[in-house]
């Protein structure tokens, strides 16, 4: 399942990048989106063969907490994203939500039980950071830095996960699946 929603946020992300990329660099992210597709529907097709697990995500709490995780996300993202397009600045708004979306991981990590979220979380928020010096200096949208960066770290990280490899416990191990 790792696989599927990170390639499918990966996908996400390299469109996102698309909106103020140049043409040769549009192309570049095209190509990533297709490749995040890829590894997602092999995530859909590892996850949907396997046997029921015993993930962490199948005990209810873990699930509400899940769900509060997420919806906090959601909302945080949200008023921050509000916030930028009524101060005009609604350019650094990726910057913002891949802020918001690195810092959701550490959260995930210890419910899931999965250790990769942590470096995951890390490298997205310095994606958020490099878009932020890039939009500041005029020199990059900074949708195309955090859609390249946040599009690859995704892919990549659900690649792994499609290839097995794991840092966490059994249980959260069953659930990346």
Do not use: K, N
Not at 38 to 47: C, D, F, M, R
Not at 53 to 68: K, N
Not at 94 to 113: K, R
Not at 122 to 146: C, E, I, N
């Amino acid at each position: 399942m790792t696989a599927l929603i990170e390639g499918f946020f990966g996908f996400v992300w390299f469109g996102w990048g698309q909106a103020d990329a140049s043409s040769g660099l549009r192309v570049v992210l095209a190509v990533g989106a297709v490749l995040a597709v890829l590894v997602a529907v092999a995530g859909a097709v590892q996850a949907f063969r396997s046997p029921p697990s015993d993930s962490t995500l199948h005990d209810r709490r873990a699930w509400r907490r899940y769900g509060l995780i997420v919806g906090l996300e959601f909302a945080v993202a949200g008023a921050g994203a509000a916030a930028l397009a009524a101060a005009g600045q609604s350019g650094f708004v990726p910057v913002w939500v891949c802020a918001v979306v690195g810092v959701h991981m550490f959260p995930l990590a210890s419910l899931l039980g999965d250790r990769l979220l942590v470096p995951l979380g890390v490298l997205l928020a310095a994606v958020a950071l490099v878009a932020l010096a890039a939009g500041l200096a005029g020199r990059v949208p900074p949708s195309t830095v955090t859609g390249l960066g946040a599009g690859v770290l995704l892919t990549l990280f659900a690649a792994i996960a499609l290839a097995g490899v794991e840092l966490g416990t059994a249980t959260a191990r069953a659930g990346r699946r």
